[in-house]
């Protein structure tokens, strides 16, 4: 125990460095995933098939930065894009009372859609957003092609 205690103090600094230089100054991410890798190191006996230090610290920062990276996809996924941040930032808006008008139009498209909207509004290219949330170019344009659809349908109906 003493010696996997001296070997933890010496090279988790190492690791913990390198993957917090990979998540551009989220420290309390990186140190999350740092942790995390250390765990699977124990859980899956990793320490068995590395030979030197320099290869561990490899499959430690490896680990953590694939935790990092599946973190930040699980909170994109998890943080809903709000009708009012887009009634803010599209340049479309330019009234109060176009503001409302757009805020309860969104009503009648889903998340998704939405998301996809103000990534739209914001400018960026179909590949961008598709890029952006993770998912394939057709899909993207199938929502943006839904979304016009509930739209148009729903300001019909006003």
Known sequence: ???WDAWFREIYPQVLYRVARSASGDIELAQEATQGAFERFLRYRAYERVNTD???IAYLARTAARLMMDERRRA???S???SEVLVDRG???TTDEN???LRSLLSYVSEDERKVLELLLR???V????EALKIGYSAVGMRIHRAKARLKERVGEM
């Open 91 to 93: 340049p479309y808006v």
């Open 80 to 82: 809903p894009v709000s």
């Open 123 to 125: 400018g960026h290219s």
């Open 1 to 3: 125990m003493a010696v």
């Open 76 to 78: 994109g996924r998890e």
């Open 99 to 101: 503001a409302h008008d």
């Open 127 to 130: 590949r961008e957003i598709s």
């Open 54 to 56: 320099r290869s561990a």
